[in-house]
């Protein structure tokens, strides 16, 4: 997920300007893009472009019974083109899953700041991270884990996902807005819930999509930790 702490631009309301509050979250650390910034900005416009198109193809039927052939054919571009982004079809597949993980984190952290509650900003960053298992469908939730590094991508994504939960709630304990818990537990469990609900096995019982599933049990722990 993004890296904490970015400093978020003023806004203009009624053409005055308005900076929003830092959000300081100690402890959280982003982990570092695959695709490094100054690498991505290398890329062609087109090869940019063809991230992004690869991004919605891949969380909606995945890659696994495809070439990077046949990959470049649906692309509409060479061989050498793709072949510029990534090694392989395996590498590729995770370059683009963490360009989108980033991308749902920093917009997650984005829509905070420091004049939120701890508890509300939780939930809110909670919601937004959640979009990350909304389109994933079993087959390619099947498909990904048999991808080399996967696990550890996904690993190392919650990870920072945790860390930011067990920051806020930190500071809800430290502001008396809950009563002190194992934050570093709760903050675990939360930080699990959109990968285990997105979990083939889970994802085909579960009444609703893995991303509504998992903001239904957010609220009820948090609500739980409100009243206790």
Same mark, same amino acid.
């Given at each position: 997920?993004?890296?904490?702490? %970015?400093?978020?631009?003023? $806004? %203009?309301?009624?053409? *005055? ?10 402890? /959280? ?9 100054d690498?991505? $900005?290398?890329?062609?416009? $087109? ?7 690869l991004? /919605?193809?891949?969380?909606?039927e995945?890659? &696994? ?15 050498? =083109? ?10 590729? @597949? ?15 952290? !984005?829509?905070?700041?420091?004049a939120?509650s701890?508890? *509300?900003?939780?939930?809110?960053y ?5 979009? &990350?298992v909304?389109?994933? =469908? ?6 990904? !884990? ?9 690993? !190392? ?12 709630? *930190?500071r ?30 889970? /994802?085909?019982?579960?009444? !609703?999509?893995p991303? &509504? ?6 609220? @009820?722990?948090?609500?739980?930790l409100?009243?206790?």
């Amino acid at each position: 997920m993004s890296r904490a702490g %970015t400093k978020r631009s003023a $806004r %203009t309301t009624g053409g *005055d300007e308005e900076a929003r509050p830092r959000l300081r979250l100690p402890g /959280a650390r982003a982990p570092r893009p695959l695709l490094r910034p100054d690498t991505e $900005r290398a890329l062609t416009p $087109r090869q940019r472009e063809i991230l992004d198109e690869l991004e /919605a193809l891949v969380a909606k039927e995945g890659l &696994a019974d495809l070439t990077m052939a046949e990959i470049a054919a649906r692309m509409n571009c060479s061989l050498r =083109t793709l072949y510029g982004i990534a090694p392989s079809k395996d590498e590729l @597949v995770l370059i683009v899953v963490d360009r989108s993980l980033h991308r749902i984190g920093r917009a997650a952290i !984005a829509g905070l700041d420091g004049a939120m509650s701890p508890l *509300d900003a939780l939930r809110a960053y909670l919601r937004a991270a959640h979009e &990350a298992v909304q389109p994933t =469908t079993a087959a390619f939730a099947r498909d990904f !884990a048999r991808v080399p590094g996967a696990t550890r991508l996904v690993d !190392a994504h919650r990870s920072y996902l945790t860390a930011v939960a067990q920051s806020l709630l *930190d500071r809800a304990v430290a502001e008396k807005q809950i009563r002190p818990v194992d934050t570093a537990a709760i903050a675990h469990v939360l930080g699990g819930l959109g990968r285990e609900f997105a979990r083939p096995e889970v /994802a085909e019982i579960a009444a !609703a999509s893995p991303k &509504a599933t998992a903001d239904a049990i957010t609220d @009820v722990i948090l609500l739980g930790l409100e009243r206790a």
